[in-house]
């Protein structure tokens, strides 16, 4: 959407699989036409047909526009890892990565997101190699009930390139030097999470396992 | 919710074009507003004009030193951008003082301009409001207001203008550009939204079917410094209950220039000229900077539950104004 907010391998880096349609219930395989409705009387209609890229695999859909993103994973898709806590942007919950960063799958509508590249906590092993974030998780025991836990790590995920990419916090000095990658400190933790609440109060757990993998990777202070 | 048509516009010309003569029809940002009251049942357009898809997604350098920000330009891009950082710190401060990562990522320029209030009556289809439907009446006077306005507010309505970022464009002489049936204006942002008046039912002077492509700044003031600052209930991830967007230049302990901005007050951004007038040549001192809010929120009429607000906005003022005419600490 924003060239000047991609990072440098935006999305792709895990849709290597081979794409596969009609697969999750309510694909409607081969009746996927070229994208939206390119008229004003075509945008009548109420659904279309578009293709989500999800953890690297193609899926050819035909959905009611009301859809949103988190409703296509779970419902559509039997991807349940992401939840649905509020439905209005106000828990992060249902926090997935959309061409690499994250957003609040709940307030996406499906049919805008045709042809982005979806990561969602289902998405971030490789095999029986847990990701790094969800290794600290584990490792840290950052969650009590685990209803929060796979919008905390997507976010964590999103985070991490984020610093990387240099992009600043509410709490990052005004006078930091810019250019380079953003070091995260406890502080730079708290805040840049905290669009992810947590009912269970795990937070002093998640602030440890993100920042020891901002710490392994070079971005903590 | 109801069902609706969905286009994807290629083009500022088609997206206008499909707006025309419909008025069922709603421009399409990141959605993170518009998704989340189409849910509620406050908003229930016929046709979604998605316009995140339009080349408008660039901040690019005015020949006069300004900037010009994409309507599609996402928050999150917007506080990072160097020239941002560099020149207008405090609009990536207010940019980053809202919502969460998430939601910045997502939300754009134009749709960040253009959200609505979060009035608890206006989200809630259930009650009468003025703002969703005249002339149904204003629960929130009486009702659950402290979070409202407490500046020129009407007996109509008494909501705030939630966003963080048009604090700082109203402090910083910002201009909206807009694209319509009618051609191309440009609207100053201090003047972009209204006061409630007898019209709650209209935020701001956008007319129907009018697109935000860009908004503009002015080169920056180089000997200024400027800088925002926002109290909230919790720490992170709340809108405002006051905020203070303000630049200031002193030259040898006087105030050469100042713009001063409230957030969280009223039904705009609020221009505090009253208080300018005040600065401007009069020493950079606390006891300048308090005279200087206190004029402007002279004008204040708080409602039951709201008056703690006056004297935040004046502490965050004098706190803030006192923060910039200090000596730089460093650069
Ligand atoms: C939980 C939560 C917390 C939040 N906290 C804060 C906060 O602390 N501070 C703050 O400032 N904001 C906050 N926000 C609000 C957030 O900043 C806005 O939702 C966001 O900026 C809207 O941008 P958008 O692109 O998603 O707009 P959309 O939802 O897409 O659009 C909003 C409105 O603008 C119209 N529109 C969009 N783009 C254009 C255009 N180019 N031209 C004409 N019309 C257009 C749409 O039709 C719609 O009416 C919060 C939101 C949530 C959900
Ligand atoms: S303050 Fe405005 S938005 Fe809130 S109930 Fe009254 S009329 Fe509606
Ligand atoms: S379910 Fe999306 S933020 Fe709560
Ligand atoms: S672990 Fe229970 S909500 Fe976070």
């Known amino acids: 959407m924003q060239p000047t907010n991609q990072p440098a391998d935006a999305g792709g880096a895990r849709a290597a699989g081979a794409a596969r349609s009609g697969t999750g219930a309510g694909t409607r395989a081969g009746t996927a036409t070229a994208g939206p409705a390119r008229s004003a009387e075509a945008a009548a209609e109420q659904s279309s047909a578009l293709v989500l890229h999800v953890n690297g695999t193609a899926y050819e859909l035909t959905l009611d526009h009301r859809t949103t993103v988190l409703d296509v994973l779970r419902e559509h898709l039997g991807l349940t890892g992401a939840k649905k806590g509020c439905d209005h942007g106000q828990c992060g919950a249902c926090t997935v990565l959309v061409d690499g960063r994250r957003a609040n799958s709940c307030l996406m509508l499906a049919v805008a997101q045709d042809g982005r ?23 840290r025991d950052a969650l009590q009930c685990g209803y929060c836990t796979p919008g905390q790590i997507c976010s964590a995920v999103g985070v991490l390139q984020e610093a990387a990419d240099g992009f600043p916090s509410h709490v990052t000095p005004a006078d930091a030097p810019q250019g380079g990658p953003v070091p995260l400190t406890v ?23 993100v920042h020891d993998v901002s710490t392994d990777q070079g971005v903590a202070s | 919710m109801k069902p609706f048509g969905y286009l994807r516009a290629t083009s500022v010309e088609e997206a206008v074009r499909a707006a025309e003569g419909r008025p069922g029809a709603r421009f399409l940002g990141g959605g993170t507003n518009l998704v989340d009251l189409m849910k509620l049942g406050v908003e229930r357009p016929g046709l979604l004009i998605d316009v995140t898809r339009l080349p408008l997604d660039h901040i690019e350098e005015l020949p006069d030193g300004g900037l010009r920000i994409g309507a599609m330009v996402s928050n999150s891009a917007l506080a990072a951008a160097a020239p941002v950082r560099e020149r207008y710190a405090v609009l990536s401060q207010a940019v980053l003082s809202g919502a969460s990562g998430q939601l910045r990522n997502t939300a754009t320029t134009g749709g960040n301009l253009l959200q609505r209030t979060r009035c608890l009556y206006f989200q809630d289809v259930s009650k009468p409001c003025n703002k969703r439907e005249p002339g149904t009446g204003c629960p929130a006077r009486e009702g659950i207001h402290r979070d409202l306005a407490v500046l020129g507010h009407s007996p109509h309505c008494v909501a705030t203008q939630p966003s963080d970022m048009a604090v700082a464009l109203a402090a910083l002489d910002a201009t909206v550009h807009l694209h319509g049936p009618d051609g191309d204006r440009s609207v100053p942002v201090t003047e972009f939204h209204r006061l409630p008046g007898d019209h709650p039912e209209q935020d701001t002077v956008i007319r129907p079917g009018e697109l935000i492509t860009a908004v503009q700044l002015p080169p920056a003031d180089r000997g200024a410094r400027s800088r925002y600052r926002k109290a909230r209930d919790r720490a992170s991830f709340a809108f405002a209950l006051a905020s203070v967007a303000a630049v200031l230049d002193v030259r040898d302990g006087v105030v050469r220039r100042a713009a001063l901005a409230f957030g969280g007050l009223a039904h705009r951004p609020w221009r505090a000229r009253a208080a300018e007038e005040v600065l401007r040549d009069a020493p950079a001192t606390e006891d300048t900077f308090a005279r200087a809010a206190e004029a402007e929120l002279a004008a204040a009429e708080p409602l039951r539950d709201n008056g703690f607000k006056v004297p935040l906005a004046r502490n965050l003022a004098v706190a803030v104004l006192t923060e910039l005419a200090a000596p730089p600490a460093r650069g």
């Not at chain 1, 847990?130 to 584990?138: D, I, K, S, T, Y």
């Not at chain 1, 502080?187 to 396992?209: D, H, T």
Request: charged share 30%.
């Open chain 1, 187 to 209: 502080e730079e933790i708290r805040e840049r999470m905290s669009g992810n609440l947590c009912r269970c109060g795990a937070y002093p757990r998640i602030v440890e396992a």
């Open chain 1, 117 to 139: 590249h979806i990561t969602t906590i289902e998405g971030l092993a490789h095999g029986e190699r847990l990701h790094p974030l969800q290794e600290a998780f584990v490792e």
